[in-house]
């Protein structure tokens, strides 16, 4: 069975600070790793993830895979409030396009 | 430009009642179309996907059925809810063979 697991569960900072969020898979036929931000509503997506060691990079946030080890991190730097949310991570297994997501880590960020 | 619309936004469903929620995507023809729910505090779960009319794959055993009759409407149904069908129920698109899904605004059902 396909697994994905991020961590930490939740998280809370103070504004200006540096986060790291984890997402390590176990999932068969890889294709791609997707990074979404959830707010109050639908899912947002921030990047995907194809090959080893590449950064993504969006204004304050980044993201690089490594594939030898499963695993995703995605940073946050100076951190703001409008930076709360859940962070979901998602391994697309190359089946009908299927994702198959993480529980997300809860991230609060404060003044 | 694409967009995915869902409604209603919010339901409160008796027990036993039926349930009908609508997708519908604007702006592509012959999408992959997706419902998720996610409990409270965890992660989505896929429970249909649709690569074209009339083809629908469960994920999940459950009390919940899709539909799609048009190319650009999934249709969720229970024909009696059960308390544990309370949840965010969301509904997504990709183009056919692509990776990345766009989200729907959500439908948040509470089955009393």
């Known amino acids: 069975e396909d697994k994905v697991v991020q961590s930490p569960l939740s998280l809370v900072v103070h504004e200006g600070d540096t986060v790291t969020l984890n997402c390590s898979y176990e999932?068969?036929?890889?294709?791609?790793l997707l990074w979404y931000k959830q707010e109050k509503k639908a899912p947002t997506f921030l990047f995907m993830l194809t090959s080893s060691g590449i950064e993504k990079k969006s204004g304050r946030l980044s993201s690089i895979l490594d594939k030898k080890e499963l695993f995703s991190i995605l940073n946050i730097t100076a951190t703001q409030t409008g930076d709360s949310a859940i962070y979901l991570c998602?391994?697309?297994?190359?089946?009908?396009?299927?994702?198959?997501f993480g529980t997300g880590t809860r991230l609060q960020v404060t003044l | 430009s694409q967009t995915i619309h869902q409604w209603p936004a919010t339901l409160v469903q008796p027990v036993g009642s039926p349930l009908s929620l609508e997708c519908t995507v604007e702006?592509?023809?012959?999408?992959?179309l997706y419902w998720y729910r996610q409990a409270a505090g965890r992660g989505l779960q896929l429970l249909f996907y649709s690569v074209g009319i009339g083809q629908i794959s469960s994920e999940v055993p459950q009390n919940l059925s899709a539909s799609r009759p048009q190319d650009r409407q999934f249709i969720l149904s229970s024909k009696k809810l059960l308390l544990s069908d309370s949840g965010f129920y969301l509904c997504?698109?990709?183009?056919?063979?692509?990776?990345?899904?766009?989200f729907g605004p959500g439908t948040r059902l509470l089955v009393l």
């Open positions: 999932v068969t036929n890889f294709r791609s």
């Open positions: 998602a391994v697309h297994t190359g089946t009908a396009s299927k994702l198959t």
């Open positions: 997504a698109w990709s183009v056919s063979g692509a990776e990345t899904q766009y």
């Open positions: 702006g592509t023809s012959n999408p992959n």
